[in-house]
C-alpha cells in the first residue's frame, strides 16, 4: 500500500503558475501509474492529467493541455504537476492518485482506475 502527500497548492493571480508535488511513501512510487485529479466547490472531482509507471506516456484533460505538465522523478518517489497561466477556473482542490492498473505504458484516466487517495490540495486563483 502507497501513501499520498500532496503540497505545493496556494493563492495566486491569474496567469501565474504553480508546482504541486505528491510524496509517495510505503511503496515505491514506480509501481504506479499516477494521476492528477480535481474539484471545485459545487462540482464533481474531475481528471486533470496522468502519467505511465515508467513516465513515458501523458495525458492531459482538454480544459488544461498546453497549460499543465505532469511529470514523475521515481528515484525521489515524488509526482509533479506544473501549473502555468493559471486561470481562476483551475481553482480546485487537487488530488494526487496511484494506480496498480495496465502495463508500464498504461495512462490512467479514469476515476475507478486509481486504489490509491491522497488528501489534497487547495489552490485558490484571483481574477
Known amino acids: 500500500q502507497v501513501q499520498l502527500v500532496e503540497s505545493g497548492g496556494g493563492l495566486v493571480q491569474a496567469g501565474g503558475s504553480l508546482r504541486l508535488s505528491c510524496a509517495a511513501s510505503?511503496?515505491?512510487?514506480?509501481?504506479?501509474?499516477m494521476g492528477w485529479f480535481r474539484q471545485a466547490p459545487g462540482k464533481e472531482r474531475e481528471f486533470v492529467a496522468a502519467i505511465s509507471r515508467s513516465g513515458a506516456s501523458t495525458y492531459y484533460a482538454e480544459s488544461v493541455k498546453g497549460r499543465f505538465t505532469i511529470s514523475r522523478d521515481n528515484a525521489k518517489n515524488t509526482v509533479f504537476l506544473q501549473m502555468n497561466s493559471l486561470k481562476p477556473e483551475d481553482t480546485a482542490v487537487y488530488y494526487c492518485?496511484?494506480?496498480?492498473?495496465?502495463?508500464?505504458?498504461?495512462?490512467?484516466?479514469?476515476?475507478?482506475?486509481?486504489?490509491?487517495w491522497g488528501q489534497g490540495t487547495q489552490v485558490t486563483v484571483s481574477s
Open positions: 510505503g511503496r515505491t512510487v514506480s509501481s504506479y501509474a
Open positions: 492518485a496511484a494506480s496498480t492498473v495496465g502495463t508500464i505504458l498504461y495512462v490512467a484516466r479514469r476515476q475507478t482506475e486509481y486504489d490509491y
